[in-house]
T-cell receptor
Framework: QKEVEQDPGPLSVPEGAIVSLNCTYS??????FMWYRQYSRKGPELLMY????GNKEDGRFTAQVDKSSKYISLFIRDSQPSDSATYLC???????????FGRGTSLIVHP | DSGVTQTPKHLITATGQRVTLRCSPR?????VYWYQQSLDQGLQFLIQ???????AKGNILERFSAQQFPDLHSELNLSSLELGDSALYFC???????????FGPGTRLLVL
């Protein structure tokens, strides 16, 4: 079992839909959680960063962490074609600055 | 634009050859990280440098080496290249004690 599991997709949704992207992890020592967005042929770009269980909101993006279930989610409201990209979760243990990345989920938002 | 620069953008070379990839971190960032991204392996951590010193090592092959110079730029050297080394190589940087990493645009390496 990989430390961080992420469905590669692709996930195809119509413009305006609410998107849910998810990762599961196995290591209870993981303490910080991040979501990166990567456009084709570009480097990953940090979207959200959180330490705690619960929700964190930033504009149309909400990151949700459930440490008891070892499950994290990224919700995108009112999705736009410009949101079409690969979304990678990244999870790390306290004291380590090297997160473990999921394989990424490809999202396609069609007009 | 993350502020991290990488050169070259593209590199095509032959098996057995040696190449050098270069990275300049964001202004003020002391840590540099190197990653390899391939379709079958995803984003794999290779090595981290902090202020010129090696800080952490990941899945880096013995044929690969890196260093960070006094001006904080870093180079990743790949030698005895194999077809399987074809991938995107990313550099990222972070501030002191920062888990948050900022990625460069990557170098696409193709080994023929």
């Amino acid at each position: 079992q990989k430390e961080v599991e992420q469905d590669p997709g692709p996930l195809s949704v119509p413009e305006g839909a609410i998107v849910s992207l998810n990762c599961t992890y196995s290591n209870s020592a993981f303490q910080y959680f991040m979501w990166y967005r990567q456009y084709s042929r570009k480097g990953p770009e940090l979207l959200m960063y959180t330490y705690s269980s619960g929700n964190k909101e930033d504009g149309r993006f909400t990151a949700q962490v459930d440490k008891s279930s070892k499950y994290i989610s990224l919700f995108i409201r009112d999705s736009q074609p410009s949101d079409s990209a690969t979304y990678l979760c990244a999870i790390g243990a306290g004291g380590s600055y090297i997160p473990t990345f999921g394989r990424g989920t490809s999202l396609i938002v069609h007009p | 634009d993350s502020g991290v620069t990488q050169t070259p953008k593209h590199l095509i070379t032959a098996t057995g050859q040696r190449v050098t990839l270069r990275c300049s971190p964001r202004s003020g960032d002391l840590s540099v990280y190197w990653y390899q991204q391939s379709l079958d392996q995803g984003l794999q951590f290779l090595i981290q440098y902090y202020n010129g010193e090696e800080r952490a090592k990941g899945n880096i092959l013995e044929r690969f080496s890196a260093q960070q110079f006094p001006d904080l730029h870093s180079e990743l050297n790949l030698s005895s290249l194999e077809l399987g080394d074809s991938a995107l190589y990313f550099c990222a940087s972070s501030t002191t004690g920062g888990e948050t990493q900022y990625f460069g645009p990557g170098t696409r390496l193709l080994v023929l």
